[in-house]
């Protein structure tokens, strides 16, 4: 039963990329999309493309993963799925972000924020107001040097929600673009004023920081 193979494969690919294991679950995923190629159902394939274009974010492959991402974006549109649209432009938002194109994974990232909001899952919108604070902490070096202060309150916000509903999680590559950005951003700020934006995070409502990262501008 090459159906229930394939999605036997995407479920070890998640183990895989759960325990950032990205090789190893990238080959699982890639062999889970050939089997629903084979099977033909446009609803599983999308659901391999999602994980194959997870993993390829993962490990890098930023030119691999740009075009299954559009896939994504371009059946889920069409099919009014919007969970996996998100995914679609949060992919799409990492690999700017890999390539330190940070005014465009920006704009991405509040893309793939509106529709995680739409579906209400707190945890992907967490992730999604992650990447735009990851996002402005990068533009702080270029054209927008007060971006730190509100990528680090945005940071904090998110950190005491995960801390309301017990969340406490770790991929790897994710943990090393938020090293990348928002380590960075933390020092390059006297342990003070670091503190004292963390704090200001922490104590707006996690609603105000959606809000917040959804109408946030390169201007700003």
Not at 41 to 67: F, N, S, Y
Not at 166 to 193: C, M, N, Q, T
Request: contains cysteine.
């Amino acid at each position: 039963d090459t159906r229930e193979i394939a999605l036997a494969l995407e479920g070890i690919g998640w183990m895989h990329f759960f325990r950032s294991e990205d090789d190893d679950g990238c080959r699982a995923f890639a062999e889970c999309l050939r089997l629903q190629q084979a099977n033909g159902d446009q609803h599983l394939i999308i659901r391999a493309k999602v994980g194959l274009a997870q993993e390829l974010v993962a490990l890098g492959r930023t030119a691999e993963a740009k075009p299954i991402a559009k896939e994504i974006i371009e059946f889920a549109e069409v099919h009014h799925d919007k969970r996996s649209e998100h995914f679609g432009w949060h992919y799409l938002a990492d690999c700017e972000l890999i390539l330190g194109n940070c005014s465009e994974s920006l704009e991405l990232y509040k893309k793939s924020l509106a529709l995680a909001n739409a579906i209400g899952d707190k945890i992907e919108i967490s992730f999604e107001v992650q990447g735009v604070a990851m996002s402005l902490a990068g533009l702080e070096r270029t054209i927008a040097p007060s971006a730190v202060r509100i990528a680090i309150q945005l940071a904090g916000a998110v950190k005491a929600e995960w801390d309301r509903v017990g969340a406490d999680i770790h991929v790897k590559f994710w943990d090393e673009l938020l090293d990348r950005y928002l380590g960075a951003a933390r020092r390059s700020l006297p342990d003070e004023d670091f503190e004292r934006e963390w704090s200001k995070g922490r104590g707006i409502a996690f609603e105000d920081a959606v809000h917040l990262a959804l109408e946030i501008s390169v201007g700003d």
